[in-house]
Nanobody, 128 residues
Framework: QVQLVESGGGLVQAGGSLRLSCAAS????????MGWFRQGPGKDREFVAATSWSGKTTYYANSTKGRFTLSKDNAKNTLYLQMNSLKPEDTAVYCCAAKRTTLFYAANVSTRLYYDYWGQGTQVTISS
């Protein structure tokens, strides 16, 4: 079992930045894929980004590529999502997810069913 706790959400103006954190209850530096998803008002939960256990392989949704950046601090068991150039359409609840696995492919990690563990989420609101 892995517990995930997100933090760092808030209200910012369009064009601003936020850094989200996802703290895991155990070491995820070996064989844990981790990702971020978001669910905006009236929308389905959608893939944002994912990283392999080492942090060397990352995938991003087209809508976030070039603006969002993943990083991991394995010493702190924490995953970060740096979000820049934020847009009103980025408004959503952002959830962290994790899966113990040795398989890390783009087609898999972008789907909700791939992940076994989820955090409660943190609200991000972007004003225009």
């Amino acid at each position: 079992q892995v517990q995930l706790v997100e933090s760092g959400g808030g209200l910012v103006q369009a064009g601003g930045s936020l850094r989200l954190s996802c703290a895991a209850s155990k070491d995820t530096s070996v064989n844990y894929a981790m990702g971020w998803f978001r669910q905006g008002p009236g929308k389905d939960r959608e893939f944002v980004a994912a990283t392999s256990w080492s942090g060397k392989t990352t995938y991003y949704a087209n809508s976030t590529k070039g603006r969002f950046t993943l990083s991991k601090d394995n010493a702190k068991n924490t995953l970060y999502l740096q979000m820049n150039s934020l847009k009103p359409e980025d408004t959503a609840v952002y959830c962290c997810a994790a899966k113990r696995t040795t398989l890390f492919y783009a087609a898999n990690v972008s789907t909700r069913l791939y992940y076994d563990y989820w955090g409660q989420g943190t609200q991000v609101t972007i004003s225009s």
